[in-house]
T-cell receptor, first 112, second 114 residues
């Protein structure tokens, strides 16, 4: 049981490049979310999913796409990276409506 | 979701109880209070949650006032490893189009000192 696995752990992109941040969980959790955290700030919700095939926008969705084709995976796509997307990205999952989220260890992304 | 207010920082002596307050005066009847913490550079960690009764688990206790407008997270014997940012979050309503959301505020930075 690995929990929530995020890859890569570190990434440097050039402005305009695209990439996908991977998130996988092996706990059969229904709910998954993506957050970003900028220096000195709290976490902001990007997108979330309440089950396979169902996604919705969070607080800061612009510039990011998600899909949820399986229960296990919830990739986050940056279509055209911008320096403003330099951040630490966390993926999280949980089961049931009242349970707490389990977070991954994060992906540290720098866009130059 | 109801807005929460937490002090930006607190200190606690190692071995003593750490009491972290949270105000949520606009909480609705069906909203729960959740606590998470984030140790430096790590992903947040779920601690505890409650509706109106006091709750306790192996990590902490949660005391919610009778009017539910405030709560306190208690770490009974703080250690240096409890140094972290603690987030109080109020969540609801539920249903598939809302149940995914967990909105973080600024939290309280707790420093446990020897």
């Amino acid at each position: 049981n690995a929990g929530v696995t995020q890859t890569p752990k570190f990434q440097v992109l050039k402005t305009g490049q695209s990439m996908t941040l991977q998130c996988a969980q092996d706990m059969n959790h229904e709910y998954m979310s993506w957050y970003r955290q900028d220096p000195g700030m709290g976490l902001r919700l990007i997108h979330y999913s309440v089950g396979a095939g169902i996604t919705d926008q969070g607080e800061v969705p612009n510039g990011y796409n998600v899909s949820r084709s399986t229960t296990e995976d919830f990739p986050l796509r940056l279509l055209s990276a911008a320096p403003s997307q330099t951040s630490v990205y966390f993926c999280a999952s949980r089961t049931g409506d009242l349970y707490g989220y389990t977070f991954g260890s994060g992906t540290r992304l720098t866009v130059v | 979701d109801a807005k929460t207010t937490q002090p930006p920082s607190m200190d606690c002596a190692e071995g003593r109880a750490a009491n972290l307050p949270c105000n949520h005066s606009t909480i609705s009847g069906n909203e729960y209070v959740y606590w998470y913490r984030q140790i430096h550079s790590q992903g947040p960690q779920y601690i505890i949650h409650g509706l109106k009764n006091n709750e306790t688990n192996e990590m902490a206790s949660l005391i919610i006032t009778e009017d539910r407008k405030s709560s306190t997270l208690i770490l009974p014997h703080a250690t240096l490893r409890d140094t972290a940012v603690y987030y109080c979050i109020v969540r609801g309503p539920f249903g598939y189009n809302q149940g995914g959301k967990l909105i973080f505020g600024q939290g309280t930075e707790l420093s446990v000192k020897p």
